[in-house]
């Protein structure tokens, strides 16, 4: 085949492929690490064929020197982040995702450190969180909800669902 038949072989099939309806409706990620070259993980993901139905993942860890691992999970309903949701409590590589506004001991420590930080060197554990996959939230001024009545965040959340991961350095590739 000649370059151009090539190509237009390649975009037919592209095309095919993106309209067939058992493609609309699924999605696959493959997962990396530039320090871990012989790990990986797959999240395969179908979507429901609504808003109100059932959303499925299915997640396989390769990274673990023991072997693979396969969980699932799901979630349904309307009008929310599905995914995240359903991938809420996997592990992948030892790192347990989270839905939205997800809070754990780390999320809990960093709140903590920030309060106890002087102004100077909040930015520092602002930097911390990110690098962890954490960040802050709800900004009260005149102390909102705090007893002291001092200005600050209220809340410190791990980045939820496959965010989290990007934040920890790993690479998402979405292939479908």
Known sequence: MTTNATNNATNNAFRKMEEHAAFKRCASFTITHPKKPDGY?????AYPADGAGR???FVIDAFSPEGR?????SAGGYGYDKLAAALSGMTIDG?????????DDTSARLLKAWHKASADKRAA????????????TNWSAGGGFRPTGADGWQSCYKTSGLDYLCALGYRIIQGI
């Open 69 to 73: 691992t396969a969980t699932e999970g």
């Open 95 to 103: 790192h347990t995702l989270a839905n939205h506004s997800g809070q």
């Open 55 to 57: 959303l499925r993942v």
């Open 125 to 136: 554990v602002e930097k911390r969180a990110s690098k962890l996959g954490y960040f802050f």
């Open 41 to 45: 993980a797959v999240v395969n993901v």
